[in-house]
Structure formats: structure tokens, C-alpha cells
């Protein structure tokens, strides 16, 4: 099995895109319909901003090429079921529902069962927080999934690599941590659309690599 593990905003739903659920809450809840809360009490179509267009038939075509299957790692996950996602990646016209999500970060659980290690063990990052937190994600469900995947790759904006190109110090590798199989999308008006990145991430998925 082949699997993209794929973040949502910065990726498919662009900067552009961003806020374009306030639009579609303002019409669904009224005096009639009123919000009851904060939570996501209404329907999974006016929870989330669109995706945009030409970044889901970049996406399309990186399916049909390649066969893979989607992994969301995206923070929405949080906020919607398995079935709602599908539903929804549906309704914006990706030709595949998600197969799975990634498991919340649990740092004790998963320190206890020995897949993370202690904080004088690891460089921990106050900086990097959200960045190793979904790498440890990513890494958990490939190690509960060893068996029948054989190619994968990240796609985020948030970079989870081995090799940081920009940064306050400059350019560094990452010796302890950092994702192989990561393509980064820089560009939150681009993402997955900007030049360049379908090949990087057909290549991560071709047999030959």
C-alpha cells in the first residue's frame, strides 16, 4: 500500500481559502438554526474552509498516477470523524476518501509502551513543538502499519524533514529527528500546486524508490 500522510491547510486549502467557512456557517446557522456552542454542532460541510481547486486536481492526479491511499494527519482530524472527512473530501471533489487519521500525540502512553523516548533522551523543542509532535504521529501509525505499506510520504507545510533550508541559524540537517520521506509546501498560497512538489512526492511513491 501506498500512503500520502496529508496536512490540510497549506496544503489543499490555501491561504485564499482560509475564512471561507464563516461564509457558509453565516447561511446555515440563523435565528431559526441558532449555533448552540463553539463545537462542531453543525454539519461537516460548514465546519472547514474550502479546499482550493487546481490544489485538488494536483492532488487528483497524484492519486490516479500512483494509486495511493490518504492519510489525514491534519489537524482537522480533531474535528470531524473518519467518515465525516470522507464526506467531505468527497464534497470538494478529491476522488478518494482518507483510509485513516493519525492517533493523537499521547507523550506518557507512548513513553510507556517505548515508542517516544524521555525528554533527556530526545531534543525536545519548545520551538518545534507542533512539528515533532506530528512526526511522532506519522511515525506511530507507519510502525502500527509495517506490514502493508511500501512507499510513503508526508506532504505539510509544517516542516517535518530531515533538511531545514530556512531558519533563524540558517540551513541545518536534522541529526536526531526529521522525516525522510517529507515534501514541504513553503507557500501557503500555493501548496501542493506550487511547482515542483507533485514530483516530489510521485517520486517518494514510484516502485523504483
Not at 83 to 107: C, K, M, W
Request: glycine share 8%.
Amino acid at each position: 500500500m501506498k500512503v500520502i500522510f496529508l496536512d490540510n491547510d497549506g496544503v489543499i486549502c490555501l491561504s485564499n481559502n482560509w475564512g471561507s467557512r464563516f461564509k457558509k456557517q453565516k447561511e446555515f446557522f440563523t435565528e431559526d438554526n441558532p449555533r448552540k456552542g463553539f463545537g462542531d454542532n453543525g454539519p461537516v460541510r460548514v465546519r472547514f474552509d474550502n479546499f482550493d481547486k487546481k490544489a485538488i486536481k494536483v492532488l487528483n492526479s497524484i492519486l490516479e498516477e500512483t494509486g495511493a491511499q490518504i492519510v489525514v494527519s491534519s489537524d482537522w482530524r480533531l474535528h470531524a470523524t473518519l467518515e465525516e472527512l470522507g464526506d467531505y473530501y468527497e464534497s470538494q471533489g478529491i476522488i478518494r476518501r482518507p483510509i485513516a487519521v493519525t492517533d493523537v500525540f499521547s507523550f506518557l502512553r507512548w513513553k510507556e509502551e517505548g515508542f517516544i523516548k524521555d525528554h533527556g533522551e530526545f531534543p525536545w523543542s519548545r520551538q518545534e513543538d507542533l512539528e515533532q509532535t506530528r512526526y511522532f504521529e506519522i511515525l506511530r501509525w507507519l510502525k502500527d502499519h509495517e506490514q502493508e505499506v511500501t512507499h510513503w510520504v508526508a506532504v505539510d507545510d509544517l516542516n517535518m524533514g530531515k533538511h531545514v533550508e530556512h531558519s533563524w541559524r540558517g540551513p541545518y540537517d536534522r541529526e536526531e529527528w526529521g522525516l525522510k520521506n517529507f515534501v514541504l509546501t513553503p507557500n501557503s498560497r500555493e501548496g501542493i500546486k506550487q511547482s515542483g512538489i507533485k514530483e516530489k512526492i510521485i517520486k517518494f511513491l514510484s516502485d523504483d524508490n
